[in-house]
């Protein structure tokens, strides 16, 4: 079994959309998400905003990196995720928002919850029924249990069932 991270998972899960949403005009935008090449680690730096060592997590060969993107925009990375597959769930190392796309002067609200609904989509996919695992920060555990239907199991440990992670990617892939 892969190791799990030492991170524990602190981003808000700001709203579910059925897509992503401009915080100026309101608009929404489809996005898509495909693995992260080894070009698009360019810009992912502390120096640009990023808070995690999205270079070192590519390099980690038990980790599949994912970069979500506007559909017809894929040099423009919205948010990544970093996951593991333990052969039952996925197991969810990082996830983090584009700097630009934080705090109160965010341009795109529904990043997190995006990335989240296709961690459940590829456990879906690979025949694990949606459940996906994480380790959360302290102060977020019942935001996921209110925001995601994740379920804490103790410590920090949360777990999205498969009843909850069909909600999240009916919400986020119905139309696609």
Not at 99 to 109: A, C, D, V
Not at 140 to 153: F, M, N, Q
């Amino acid at each position: 079994m892969p190791r799990q991270s030492k991170y524990h998972i602190g981003i808000e899960v700001d709203k579910l959309t059925n897509s992503i949403l401009n915080t100026i005009s309101g608009d929404s935008f489809e996005t898509v998400v495909n693995p992260l090449a080894k070009e698009d680690l360019k810009g992912l730096s502390l120096k640009n905003g990023w808070k995690f060592d999205w270079k070192k997590e590519f390099k980690m060969t038990d980790r599949e990196v994912y970069k979500l993107t506007i559909e017809g925009n894929s040099h423009i990375l919205q948010g990544l995720a970093s996951l593991s597959d333990y052969g039952d769930h996925f197991y969810l190392h990082l996830i983090e928002s584009a700097p630009f796309n934080l705090g109160s002067t965010k341009l795109y609200e529904g990043v997190p919850g995006n990335l989240f609904a296709f961690a459940c989509q590829l456990s879906i996919d690979r025949g694990y029924e949606g459940f996906i695992s994480f380790t959360s920060k302290t102060k977020l555990i019942s935001h996921y249990e209110k925001t995601l239907g994740a379920v804490h199991i103790g410590n920090h440990k949360m777990i999205i069932f498969p009843d909850a992670a069909l909600k999240l990617v009916i919400k986020y892939f119905n139309n696609k």
